[in-house]
Each structure stands twice: as C-alpha cells, then as structure tokens.
C-alpha cells in the first residue's frame, strides 16, 4: 500500500528556512507526478507545489513562488520541500501527496498523502 512519511518541520523564525522530507513506499515512485500541500486549521487544503516525475517540471502556488523549491531523489524514493524567507502565514500542517490534486467545487483532493508534518513560524 502507498505510504508517505513527511519529515522536517518545526519551529522557525520569520525569515528563516526548514526543509521538507517525504519518504514514498508502495509504489513506483518514479512514475509518478508528487506534491506538497498545506492546511491550516477551520481552511481548506491548499496545493503548495508539484513536481512532474522526472523533475522536468514544476508548480508553485502564488503564495510560495520564489521561496519554496520542489525536488526530488527517484534513486531515494525522497521528495523535498526547501521553504526559504518564511512568514508567519506559511504556518500550516503540510503534507505530501502522490501525484497533482483534483479540484472539485473548489475542493483540493489527492489520490493518497501522508500524515503531515507542523510548521511553524513564529518569533
């Protein structure tokens, strides 16, 4: 079965960086399309950015463009989130999913995602 662990979050201070960790099992990862998510708590998910699965391609919301940067290990079955200059509205619990979401009445879904990881920016 697919299983997705994130790992990497915790406290940083505005302005600061933490990266992302999501380690994939349960399928072939290199034949998938892999995401970042957020959710802060009473919102709803927000798809954060995505990565084609060979790395050829990307996708940053609006929000993040210019200071967070996917990538991905298909060797290591690893894909990464490097979040720079972070504000106190990047606070969220984020996740990792496979392959892009689907939109449904303005509902972000994912096929599969992990359990997430809490960031939070705060001085």
């Known amino acids: 079965q697919v299983q997705l662990v994130e790992s990497g979050g915790g406290l940083a201070q505005p302005g600061g960086s933490l990266r992302l960790s999501c380690a994939a099992s349960?399928?072939?990862?290199?034949?998938?399309?892999m995401s970042w998510a957020r959710q802060v708590p009473g919102k709803g998910i927000e798809w954060v950015s995505g990565i084609y699965k060979d790395g050829s391609d990307t996708y940053y919301a609006n929000s993040v463009k210019g200071r967070f940067t996917i990538s991905r290990d298909n060797a290591k079955n690893t894909v990464y989130l490097q979040m720079n200059s972070l504000k106190p509205e990047d606070t969220a619990l984020y996740y990792c999913?496979?392959?892009?979401?689907?939109?449904?009445?303005?509902?972000?879904?994912?096929?599969?995602w992990g359990q997430g990881t809490q960031v939070t920016v705060s001085s």
């Open positions: 999913a496979k392959g892009y979401p689907t939109v449904v009445d303005g509902t972000v879904n994912f096929a599969s």
């Open positions: 349960g399928f072939t990862f290199s034949s998938y399309a």
